[in-house]
Every structure is written in structure tokens, then in C-alpha cells.
């Protein structure tokens, strides 16, 4: 897998984590070994202008993805599609409000942000209750997965 990280944030970010909970998040959803994914962090400005121009929203948001090639989750017995995932676009500033409001730190709100983001570019979505449910319950799943596998210290 080919996953690029572009912090144009002033915020220091652990890179390296981000990219393993994404491959994580991406095996686990058995996306094809060889799909591309960015993961961009940029600041409250730059998230503004996205935000209303993707979304008709003011303000900035924590994440937004911008999928490509409409990839979905692979299945039991079936190749992936290989192709590129798309983008995951990161707020540091907003997440680290909202890290403080849960009572949990940055890099744990970054890792729940992207492991979001890419389920968003494999076509899950929180518009109506059920899938809401389906798609936090994944989200909850494969983030404290991923963070039981990862080494202490």
C-alpha cells in the first residue's frame, strides 16, 4: 500500500503511527495491497475553504475525505479492486479541541479521525441511524484493534 502523509499543519504529528493505523484500517477492510491513500493535515484556513466548498458548511471541521476511485471493502473469496482510495483531509487544531473535550490526547483523536476518514472513502456513511451504528461500531473496532496490537513504551 502507498500511503502518503502531507502535514501542511504547524502541529507535530507522529507520521509514522498515522500511516500504520491506516494500513492497518486498510488490511483489516482488505483493500488491495497496492491502493494509494494521502493523509493531509492543514490548518483551520485551509480546512474553512474545503469545508464550504465541499460541503456548504462554514467553519472548519475535523476531517473531511475526498474519495477517488469509489474502492469498497473487500470480500472473502473475491480480489480487491486496485486503484487509489483517495483523501483524508485532517484538522490538528480542531481535533486537539475535541481530544481535550473526550479527555483524551491528540494522537488518539488523529488515529480515530483517520481510521473515520477511510472508512468514509469505502462508502460508509452516519447520514441515518442504522448506518451510523454500523459504521461507529467498525469505527470503534478497528481502532482499538489497532491500538491493543501496537507495542508499549
Not at 474519495?67 to 483524508?88: A, C, F, H, S, Y
Request: charged share 30%; aromatic share 4%; glycine share 8%.
Amino acid at each position: 500500500m502507498s500511503i502518503e502523509v502531507l502535514n501542511e499543519s504547524e502541529t507535530s504529528v507522529d507520521e509514522r503511527e498515522l500511516v500504520d493505523c491506516a494500513r492497518y484500517v486498510m488490511d483489516e477492510m482488505k483493500v488491495h495491497p497496492r491502493a494509494e491513500l494521502c493523509l493531509k493535515l492543514v490548518d483551520e484556513g485551509a480546512m474553512e475553504v474545503l469545508h464550504v466548498q465541499w460541503m456548504d458548511l462554514p467553519g472548519p471541521t475535523d476531517v473531511m475525505s475526498f474519495p477517488m476511485d469509489e474502492l469498497r471493502p473487500g470480500r472473502d473469496g473475491q480480489t480487491p479492486t486496485e486503484g487509489v482510495l483517495g483523501d483524508v483531509v485532517l484538522c490538528p487544531s480542531v481535533a486537539q479541541r475535541q481530544a481535550r473535550e473526550a479527555g483524551h490526547t491528540l494522537a488518539e483523536e488523529l488515529l480515530l479521525l483517520t481510521t473515520h476518514g477511510i472508512l468514509h472513502l469505502l462508502g460508509y456513511d452516519h447520514a441515518e441511524p442504522d448506518e451510523e451504528k454500523e459504521m461507529f461500531e467498525l469505527q470503534r473496532t478497528l481502532l482499538l484493534t489497532f491500538l491493543a496490537g501496537r507495542p508499549r513504551g
